[in-house]
């Protein structure tokens, strides 16, 4: 007896016990006549037991053929099951992930590591701009889902993390010392640069704003050159940089990280990528004060 079955053949015999006549069953298989009752010699030689019985009108089944049928469409349901989970999981799916400059080198790569294990089919494409901008974005349906920094007690997303805005700058520096003060204020839209600005004027320290056009990679080359210093939230303080701890420096106000579009995900991926980056910020949150 053979040690495996050979599913076309299988398939052949269901539609045979489906239909009860070969003429109906071939136009579900899609064979001839010939070609079907070809298979089902096969079949019924590689187990070794007859499985129809045939007379002029119609077919029936044998008591090994009975079996067969019962067990037989079970397997075919599995094989069918499997091959579609599989189809649908081989679909390429894509989503649009916003996030602000400040974020997306330090938090994004371990969430998308681990979401890329579980979702390899899935693509997050990122855009990376300011808070206010990536928000506009996903309101014209631009992004399926966004990080936004933002005051604390705004009202927009899911809060993930609460963080406190640092003076940081070059390890050992001194530019926290000079007069004026050189602070550099992100671009236009920067949730940042208004409080700090005020923080600044009511402090009553002789200081002057810089801007660095591009990413990070030019204001964080500037601050450890020590030639300036500037905000960030404490979790994102890269290694190579020193929060500045100068008495003469304002205190800086707290800030909020939230996702937007996570309770409208519009995809099994998209709310499992929502979970995703809410669990990464939920064991975040407890060592960030």
Not at 90 to 112: T, Y
Not at 150 to 161: I, K
Not at 260 to 279: C, D, H
């Amino acid at each position: 007896m053979a040690r495996h079955i050979n599913l076309p053949q299988l398939r052949t015999f269901i539609a045979i016990a489906d239909t009860g006549t070969m003429t109906k069953a071939v136009e579900k298989v899609n064979l001839t006549q010939s070609a079907a009752s070809q298979q089902i010699a096969k079949l019924e030689e590689a187990l070794g037991v007859k499985l129809l019985e045939r007379n002029t009108n119609k077919v029936t089944l044998s008591n090994h053929g009975k079996l067969l049928y019962s067990c037989g469409r079970e397997l075919l349901m599995l094989n069918d099951r499997i091959l579609e989970n599989l189809g649908e999981a081989s679909k390429a799916v894509e989503i649009k992930l916003g996030v602000p400059h400040d974020l997306v080198e330090v938090f994004i790569p371990p969430i998308l590591r681990e979401f890329g294990e579980t979702h390899p089919h899935v693509t997050v494409t990122l855009s990376s701009l300011s808070s206010w901008k990536l928000f506009e974005q996903y309101t014209i349906g631009k992004l399926d889902m966004a990080l936004v920094t933002d005051p604390v007690g705004t009202n927009r997303g899911e809060v993930l993390l609460e963080d406190e805005l640092v003076w940081v700058g070059a390890r050992d520096g001194k530019a926290s010392q000079a007069w004026p003060i050189m602070v550099t204020l992100g671009g236009d839209g920067c949730q940042f640069s208004e409080p700090i600005a005020d923080a600044l004027m009511r402090s009553g320290i002789e200081w002057q704003s810089t801007h660095h056009i591009g990413g990070l990679g030019s204001v964080f080359a500037s601050l450890a050159a020590d030639r300036e210093i500037a905000p960030l939230l404490s979790s994102t303080v890269p290694s190579f940089l020193a929060v500045q701890r100068s008495a003469t420096l304002p205190k800086l106000p707290h800030f909020q990280i939230s996702l937007v579009g996570a309770s409208v995900s519009k995809s099994l991926e998209q709310a499992a990528l929502a979970k995703q980056i809410k669990n990464y910020f939920s064991k975040l949150s407890v060592h960030v004060k």
